[in-house]
C-alpha cells in the first residue's frame, strides 16, 4: 500500500495486528484510538513517510520492530500504561529526534533505538531496570544518556558507535 497517505482506526478496534501497515511507505499520518491495548510486530515497519506518532495510554504492549526503518519519524510519545519497549522497536529511525519513555516503563528490548542516528539525549526513568544489547548503537548524534535510579543491567554494547556521546549520568539512591 505504497500510495495510502493516513489511516484513521475506529473506536472499536482493541488491536492492531503484526505487519498491518509494514512497507507503506507513503503513510504519513496515523491516528490510534483510546480503544486499543496492543499493536503487534512490525506494524508500522517501513512507513518511511511517518513523521511523528502518539501511542495512547490504552496501549499496554508494543511487538517487536514495530517502527522499524522509519526514517522520517521525528518524534514519538508513548502513553502512559507502556510497561515494556520491544526489541528493535525503533532501530533505524535515523530521523528520531525526540522520545518520551514514560515512568511505568520497567524495560527496553534489545537494540531498540539502535541507528536512530538524530537522537541527541535520552532519559531513562527510575522504573526501568534492565535496558538490553545494542540499544543506542550507532546513535552517532547522542550526547548525552540520563539512567535511572533502579537500574539493575546495562546489557553489552549498549552505547556502541557513539561517537558523540560526551555524557553518561547514573542515578543512585
Do not use: Q, W
Not at 42 to 69: H, K, R, W, Y
Not at 123 to 150: H, K
Request: with cysteine; aromatic share 4%; charged share 10%.
Amino acid at each position: 500500500c505504497i500510495s495510502l497517505e493516513s489511516v484513521t482506526i475506529g473506536r472499536n478496534m482493541s488491536h492492531i495486528s503484526d505487519s498491518a501497515f509494514k512497507g507503506c511507505s507513503g503513510l504519513t499520518s496515523i491516528t490510534i484510538p483510546d480503544s486499543v491495548t496492543n499493536i503487534g510486530s512490525s506494524a508500522f515497519s517501513g512507513c518511511s513517510e511517518l513523521t511523528s506518532i502518539i501511542i495512547p495510554d490504552s496501549v499496554t504492549s508494543i511487538g517487536a520492530s514495530i517502527f522499524e526503518n522509519c526514517i522520517s519519524l521525528e518524534s514519538v510519545t508513548i502513553g502512559r500504561n507502556m510497561s515494556h519497549i520491544a526489541d528493535s522497536a525503533f532501530n533505524g529511525c535515523s530521523g528520531l529526534t525526540s522520545v518520551t519513555v514514560p515512568g511505568n516503563v520497567t524495560s527496553i528490548g534489545s537494540s531498540a533505538f539502535s541507528g536512530c542516528s538524530g537522537l541527541t539525549s535520552i532519559i531513562i526513568p527510575d522504573s526501568v531496570t534492565s535496558i538490553g544489547a545494542s540499544i543506542f548503537e550507532n546513535c552517532i548524534s547522542l550526547e548525552s544518556a540520563t539512567i535511572g535510579r533502579n537500574m539493575s543491567h546495562i546489557s553489552d554494547s549498549a552505547f556502541k558507535g557513539c561517537s558523540g556521546l560526551t555524557s553518561i549520568c547514573l542515578l543512585y539512591t
